[in-house]
């Protein structure tokens, strides 16, 4: 056990920015307690919304791959060559996607299809019968959800990822400022253009609107420096100023107030506002960094895309199968357990295999394997 302990000690270790894995790994559990709630209707009060914020959390993610997947370039100038780049990016995101997908097949082929009294949002997955079309939909990365309620987002970050190296290139070539600027009017036409009566607007308007967390992620990284400088020079109240109304937006304390006003695209442009005042904080309060560099969080965040990966099958299997036999409660205990177990056991043996493949092919190429973070890390295998 020792043995085994100190070798996931040693995959675990060894990125730059430990903190923002640690972030990773703590949002992604909110995503888990959010489906539940979901599932089960549940009323959302104001002291529950820091568990249960998995939408917000998704926004989370996609500024933290556009900043991580932006640092090689702001460190050295290039990306590296194109094809190796996807070649890490296709191992890192679609084999293990791909695998899970199998295995919410198998699942829903045996357990789908049954009528429970819960939210019209368990209707959404499951209740398609899994035929060769529906697998080659799911396979091509549909943003619906028949099979798992969790892939959706996954086609936007495959998306960006190939369009990733011109997008960073762009913003490359001009101001922070007009980056900014420029990545809010493109969520700003992304909304326009979601509310128009055009062919399949939700697959250009949503990778636009999405695409454009990539740039605030990819934004914060370039101007690192800057908003470190920023950060060392205010002051305590400063800072927790800045904290707390991140963590306001985020949580969607002030969506009430948008509502009132008739801005509901304004209510999630804070939210969006909020995750990246969240990641600045995380990259420069020293509080922070202390809390997201522990073993625990790092570890979590270590397992957190496999998390992602098969929580929602784990929920949907429990549910159909106790949902006479259990109370809620402890179906929770059970999902936390099955889905951190299941989690570990897939990162091991499905994420972190491809992981160092995709690394060894894209070596082959002359290029040397990186972490996500942008830094050389030691071989696992």
């Not at 489906?35 to 993610?61: C, D, K, N, T």
Request: proline share 5%; with cysteine.
């Amino acid at each position: 056990m020792n043995d085994i302990a100190a070798e996931l000690k040693e995959r675990t270790t060894g990125g730059r920015y430990l903190e923002l894995d640690g972030l990773r790994g703590l949002t992604s559990f909110t995503v888990v307690w959010h489906h539940l709630w979901f599932m089960y209707s549940l009323p959302r009060h104001w002291y529950e919304q820091p568990l249960i914020a998995g939408h917000e959390a998704v926004m989370v993610f996609f500024v933290l791959s556009g900043l991580v997947l932006s640092l090689p370039y702001w460190n050295r100038g290039t990306n590296g060559p194109y094809f190796p780049y996807l070649v890490r990016r296709f191992f890192r995101i679609y084999v293990p996607f791909a695998v899970a997908l199998c295995l919410a097949a198998v699942a829903a082929a045996w357990l789908g299809g049954r009528t429970l009294p819960l939210s019209y949002w368990f209707y959404l997955t499951w209740h398609t019968p899994v035929t060769p079309k529906l697998l080659i939909s799911q396979f091509l990365m549909s943003p619906t959800p028949e099979l798992n309620t969790a892939f959706w987002s996954l086609r936007y970050e495959v998306q960006m990822s190939i369009l990733f190296p011109l997008l960073v290139a762009l913003l490359s070539r001009i101001p922070s400022s007009a980056g900014w600027i420029g990545a809010t009017a493109v969520y700003l036409f992304s909304n326009w253009l979601l509310k128009r009566a055009v062919p399949d607007p939700h697959y250009l308007g949503d990778l636009l609107r999405y695409g454009s967390m990539f740039a605030y992620g990819a934004l914060i990284g370039r101007s690192r420096a800057t908003w470190r400088s920023l950060s060392e020079r205010a002051k305590v109240p400063g800072r927790a100023a800045f904290l707390a109304l991140s963590l306001s937006f985020y949580w969607g304390y002030a969506e009430e107030v948008f509502q009132r006003l008739h801005l509901p695209t304004a209510h999630e442009l804070m939210t969006v506002a909020g995750a990246c005042g969240i990641v600045i904080s995380v990259l420069n309060f020293a509080v922070f960094r202390g809390l997201l560099r522990s073993s625990v969080a790092e570890y979590l965040g270590r397992i957190s895309y496999s998390l992602y990966l098969v929580h929602g099958t784990i929920l949907f299997a429990l549910v159909s199968v106790l949902y006479t036999k259990l109370n809620l409660l402890w179906i929770g205990v059970l999902l936390l357990t099955l889905s951190l177990g299941t989690a570990h056991l897939f990162c091991v043996l499905i994420e972190e295999p491809s992981l160092r493949l995709g690394k060894r092919l894209a070596a082959r190429s002359g290029v040397p394997p990186e972490s996500v973070n942008g830094q050389k890390v030691r071989s696992a295998s």
